[in-house]
């Protein structure tokens, strides 16, 4: 292995599709801007736990990531400020387009996110996703050198771990998928070769990681089935190296929302919306536009919420924010269009001149009016139908200070995993939705503050520093601890299990018994 201990990482190159920057024009001309999003905090906190010096150009972090035309006039100055250096990968428009709209969202996003009716199979996107994972490979080549730590992100990169291990074989190589992986039967549906493909390009780090264990077993037990390999404990043993996978669920600056819940600004945003909405209940969700976000499910249990409670009319209102995101496709177009008419019908069937039922907007929040709704509600209603890990319900409980409030949760968020003092509800039953949401109405304010005071006390301690610090520490565990199949594995059990692993999954402890 090319590097030895953590600290000895001589810098940090993230890859993600997207770049997390913006470009601002000044007087002294363009100049990078990142954004605050979480991954970025915990990248720059990473950075800190490798020991690299801020601020010194030759330790600056490396961050590759899809770039538009426009940056292609900037010169190379402009892609750098003092922590960052931004990296765009070019590509054709219509290799773009089979890669990321073809390949990544019209058949990972919805066949990950169990939808499988709406993937689109198509020989054509999968040449386009080889196609643009050969471009990343390529500006990542130009770039790295011995010592560099490579973290890889996400859906649309999966081929990339495996090309980067074949052109640099001692790369020392990180991958993380923020989308659910789902059971074998599902990925059964895409084709043989591009299954192998997918899932060999994904081993080609040295460290995997996913949101859940759940997500962890359905690697592991796909692993198994397509790729025949063994695995022992948290490793997948290739011929030449292991390979660890691991559950690290990724979280929120809990300082910022904390701190920022309680800013002058955002307290007077949110006394302005109480004001405007009469001092009614509040029940608040924003999410981007998209099928897996369960917006429609929401809609009928508020829906039979307002049936079964007519006492509640003319006292809570929904405000519910729908991000813009992917309507130019037709699919995202006509969930548009359903969520617009049910809250229609919602508002038609029990509003009033005096009362909204539900005031809906279209459009994007900005971090004080997103932090002024946290804030301001007494429910937050997060009912994806399937979310790899969904940020929003960690954020709103780092947001209540007060400790007033209640999450009403999905079970099929991976978050609901941590979150088990939220109520949790199943989004497809209607019933139970409206029964949560009486529940919270009523809940005595001490109740909401023991199940808040867990929940705050969990993310206190699992932040997203802690994410980026636990999958950072793998990579130690990777050095000191690599099992070796002729010291640590009685061969013939292994072999045995083997010759049986087209059946099922292939779990082998140390001492080589079987797990089930
Ligand atoms: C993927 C996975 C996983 C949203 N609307 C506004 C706004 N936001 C911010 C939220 C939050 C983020 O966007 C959304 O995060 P999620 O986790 O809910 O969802 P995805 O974007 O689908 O992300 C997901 C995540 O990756 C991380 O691994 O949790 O499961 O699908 O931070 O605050 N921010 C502002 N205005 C908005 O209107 N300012």
Redesign the pocket.
Known sequence: MMNTSKSSFKRLLIVSYRLPFSIQQTEEGAELLQNS??LVSAVLSMAEQMGQNQGKSATKIHWVGHGDSSLQQLNSSALENDTFVAHPVFMDAAVHKGFYEGFSNDLIWPLFHYFPSYASFKEHDFDCYKQANTRFLEELTALIEPGDLVWIHDFQLMLLPDMLRQAIPDATIGYFF??PFPTYEIIKLLPRTWRQSLINGILGADVVGF?TTDYVQHFMQSVSEVLYLPIINQRIILPDRAVIVNAFP?S?DFNKFNSSGQEADVFAIQQHYKNLLRHNKIIFS???L?YTKGITSRLLGYERFLIQNPDWHDKVTFVM?V?PSRDKIAQYQELKREIEETVGRINGLFGTIGWRPIVYSYR????TE?MALYTACNIALITPVR??????CK?FVASRHDLKGVLILSEL??AAQELQDAIIINPTDTQEVADAIKQALVMPLAEQERRLQHMRKHLQNHNVFRWSHDFLSAFNDMITNQPSLETDLPIQPFISAFSDAHKRLLLVDFDGTLAP
């Open positions: 999003g979480g923020h989308i949101h990724i929120i924003v999410d981007r998209d924010t991000v994007s929040l900005t971090f997103l979310d790899g890990m969904n940020l929003v954020e968020a991976g």
